[in-house]
């Protein structure tokens, strides 16, 4: 079993940018597929970013596309979510998530997909 814990959070303008890590401990991320979601108040938690078990495949949610990008350090077993160009809209909670599929090519978008959560980290942008 994977233990997540998401950092990097934090209040920050429109315009800026902010770095989300996601230390894996009990179990090394090359065996797992990962993702972000976030969680706005009062909505539910949505897709954001998901590299495959590979590391050769990324998907994004189109509100995020060209703006954020996901990727993995298997030394540090640590994954990445480089945020840019934050808009208020992008205010939420972030989770890391981690998928123990068997196929090393396939991204996955659905909260479903994933068995492991992390506790999330809280991202503010102000206009």
């Known amino acids: 079993q994977v233990q997540l814990v998401e950092s990097g959070g934090g209040l920050v303008q429109a315009g800026d940018s902010l770095r989300l890590s996601c230390a894996a401990s009990?179990?090394?991320?090359?065996?797992?597929?990962m993702g972000w979601f976030r969680q706005a108040p009062e909505k539910e938690r949505e897709f954001v970013a998901a590299?495959?078990?590979?590391?050769?495949?990324?998907s994004y949610a189109d509100s995020v596309k060209g703006r954020f990008s996901i990727s993995e350090d298997n030394a540090k077993n640590t994954v990445f979510l480089q945020m840019n160009s934050l808009k208020p809209e992008d205010t939420a909670v972030y989770y890391c998530?981690?998928?123990?599929?068997?196929?090393?090519?396939?991204?996955?978008?659905?909260?479903?997909?994933?068995?492991?959560w992390g506790q999330g980290t809280q991202v503010t942008v102000s206009s």
């Open positions: 998530a981690a998928s123990s599929t068997t196929y090393r090519y396939t991204v996955y978008r659905g909260r479903d997909d994933y068995d492991y």
């Open positions: 590299i495959t078990r590979s590391g050769y495949s990324t």
């Open positions: 009990g179990r090394t991320l090359s065996g797992y597929a």
